[in-house]
């Protein structure tokens, strides 16, 4: 088995030789080639992807956030920011900044590109691929930890349902690699890891931020001692 992480997919969903193009300049994760991209092609990817045992990680936050016409210096006052780097912010900003303001760049078509990466899901949704949770941070604008978060909203946009969205951060993966019962699952035997929430994540997605503590082995970190722990982070960086 492998993890398909979507990277350049959009080469799948059409063919560069009648299209009278060069595959290998496809732009960002295969924006430019968004015009190009015919949806009806979404279901034959699908089939490909459950024959070959594949398992996504989509990364959908990714494209979300640091794709997104969404202006740097409004994701970058955004609460998480402060526990990054002056130096990784002004990377991000510098990357974003370069990244929309390109000739090939436009909001209509980042819409457009969205809307196909969301089909996708859909398609692969119904047809029962295996969802593993995973947003690559850090990455521009995706801050460890609550980038995990945004990744649960965006996929959730996405159409993918709450409970679908647990599993794959939780039973998923431990299935896919072959470790069932070892990790993700509160079983007797398996690695004592796990997040107390104070609300029902199955009734909203975003309950899953509500954290209580997280249990790590045989340690118990509760909200107020991880709160002072990032508050530790963000004023070694405000210095």
Same mark, same amino acid.
């Given at each position: 088995m492998?993890?398909?992480?979507?990277? $350049?997919?959009?080469?799948?969903?059409?063919?560069?030789?009648?299209?009278?193009?060069?595959p290998?300049?496809?732009?960002?994760?295969?924006?430019d080639f968004t015009d190009l991209a015919e949806e009806a092609l979404i279901d034959g990817l699908v089939e490909k992807t459950l024959q070959n045992k594949v398992g996504i990680v989509a990364t959908q936050s990714l494209f979300t956030r640091w794709f997104s016409p969404e202006a740097p210096a409004q994701l970058g006052n955004q609460l998480e920011m402060k526990?990054?780097?002056?130096?990784?912010?002004?990377?991000?900003?510098?990357?974003?900044s370069k990244l929309i303001?390109?000739?090939?760049?436009?909001?209509?078509?980042?819409?457009?590109?969205?809307h196909i990466r969301q089909q996708l899901l859909k398609a692969m949704d119904k047809k029962g691929v295996t969802f593993l949770l995973g947003s690559n941070a850090p990455q521009v604008y995706n801050v460890p930890g609550f980038s995990i978060h945004r990744e649960l909203e965006s996929m959730w946009d996405a159409g993918i349902a709450n409970y679908k969205l647990l599993q794959a951060g939780t039973s998923n993966p431990a299935t896919f690699?072959?470790?069932?019962?070892?990790?993700?699952?509160?079983?007797?035997?398996?690695?004592?890891?796990?997040?107390?929430? $104070?609300? $029902?994540?199955?009734?909203?997605?975003?309950?899953?931020?509500?954290?209580?503590?997280?249990?790590v082995g045989k340690t118990w970190l509760p909200k107020k001692e991880i709160d002072r722990r990032l508050a530790e982070i963000a004023l070694s960086y405000a210095k």
């Open positions: 492998e993890i398909f992480k979507y990277k $350049n997919f959009l080469l799948n969903l059409w063919h560069p030789a009648a299209a009278n193009v060069d290998t300049k496809n732009g960002f994760f295969g924006y526990y990054m780097s002056p130096k990784t912010l002004y990377t991000w900003r510098q990357s974003k303001s390109s000739e090939t760049y436009s909001s209509e078509k980042w819409k457009k590109y969205i690699f072959g470790e069932t019962g070892k990790y993700g699952t509160i079983v007797e035997g398996a690695a004592a890891d796990f997040i107390l929430l $104070n609300a $029902n994540p199955l009734v909203d997605i975003g309950h899953a931020k509500d954290i209580a503590g997280v249990m």
